[in-house]
C-alpha cells in the first residue's frame, strides 16, 4: 500500500465551479498535512497547511481534515484557467520528512 | 529575494561524471531538505539537515550520492558516477523546526540530464 494516494487526473473543471481534490495516507502517525500546486517545469509552491481535524479556509481554499477516515483534501472555490496545475498532497510526522503522493492534474476549462 | 535559491538550475552531464548541487535555505530556517522529483511523480525524500546535522536519509539512496551542509547554512548534493537514471530534477526544500509548523518552502529546483 503506497503511503499517500491521490487520484492522478487530469480533474477536469469548468471555469467557476468547484474544484474537489482527495487524499488519503496510510501512516495513523501522520500529524501534519500540506498540500502544494505545482506548474509544468516548476517547483512545488504551498497553498496550505493543515493540523486539526476540520475544515481550514483561506481565500479560495479550504483544506478539510479528517484523522479518524485518513483523509484530507483540498477545494478551490471559482476556479480560474490559472488554477490548472499538479496538486501535490504531503503527509509528515511530527518533526520527520515529508511524504508526498503522486499528484493530481487539474485542468480549469474556460 | 529572500527565498531558497539553488544552483545551478540545469545541469546536462555525461555517465559516469560527477556532479554537485548548491542549496541556499531561506536565512530563518535551519531545516533543508532535498527531494528528487521525474515525470509525474511527487517529490521523494533523500535527506535532510537540521543545522549541520544530517538526521536522516532515505533507504533509497544509493552511496553515489552524498550531501553535507558544513556551516548549517548552504548545503551541496553531490552524485558521483551519474547514471542516466539519475536523471531528474532535484529540489531544495527550507523549514523553521521548533514552531510547531514545520512548513517547507521549495527552492527552483536543478534539473539533471544525464546523457
Known amino acids: 500500500q503506497k503511503e499517500v494516494e491521490q487520484n492522478s487526473g487530469p480533474l477536469s473543471v469548468p471555469e467557476g465551479a468547484i474544484a474537489s481534490l482527495n487524499c488519503t495516507y496510510s501512516?495513523?502517525?501522520?500529524?501534519?498535512f500540506f498540500w502544494y500546486r505545482q506548474y509544468s517545469g516548476k517547483s512545488p509552491e504551498l497553498i496550505m497547511s493543515?493540523?486539526?481535524?476540520g475544515d481550514k479556509e483561506d481565500g479560495r481554499f479550504t483544506a478539510q481534515l479528517n484523522k479518524a477516515s485518513q483523509y484530507v483534501s483540498l477545494l478551490i472555490r471559482d476556479s480560474q484557467p490559472s488554477d490548472s496545475a499538479t496538486y501535490l498532497c504531503?503527509?509528515?510526522?511530527?518533526?520527520?520528512?515529508?511524504?508526498f503522493g503522486p499528484g493530481t492534474r487539474l485542468s480549469v476549462l474556460p | 529575494d529572500t527565498g531558497v535559491s539553488q544552483d545551478p538550475r540545469h545541469k546536462i552531464t555525461k555517465r559516469g561524471q560527477n556532479v554537485t548541487f548548491r542549496c541556499d535555505p531561506i536565512?530563518?530556517?535551519?531545516?533543508l531538505y532535498w527531494y528528487r522529483q521525474t515525470l509525474g511523480q511527487g517529490p521523494e525524500f533523500l535527506t535532510y539537515?537540521?543545522?549541520?546535522?544530517?538526521?536522516?536519509k532515505s533507504r533509497l539512496l544509493s552511496d553515489r550520492f552524498s550531501a553535507e551542509r558544513p556551516k548549517g547554512s548552504f548545503s551541496t548534493l553531490e552524485i558521483q558516477r551519474t547514471e542516466q537514471g539519475d536523471s531528474a530534477m532535484y529540489l531544495c526544500?527550507?523549514?523553521?523546526?521548533?514552531?510547531?509548523?514545520?512548513?517547507?518552502?521549495f527552492g527552483p529546483g536543478t534539473r539533471l540530464t544525464v546523457t
Open positions: 501512516d495513523r502517525g501522520s500529524q501534519s
Open positions: 504531503a503527509v509528515q510526522r511530527y518533526g520527520q520528512n515529508f511524504v
Open positions: 493543515i493540523y486539526s481535524n
Open positions: 536565512s530563518e530556517h535551519n531545516r
Open positions: 526544500a527550507s523549514s523553521q523546526s521548533g514552531t510547531g509548523a514545520y512548513e517547507q518552502y
Open positions: 539537515f537540521q543545522n549541520e546535522a544530517q538526521l536522516e
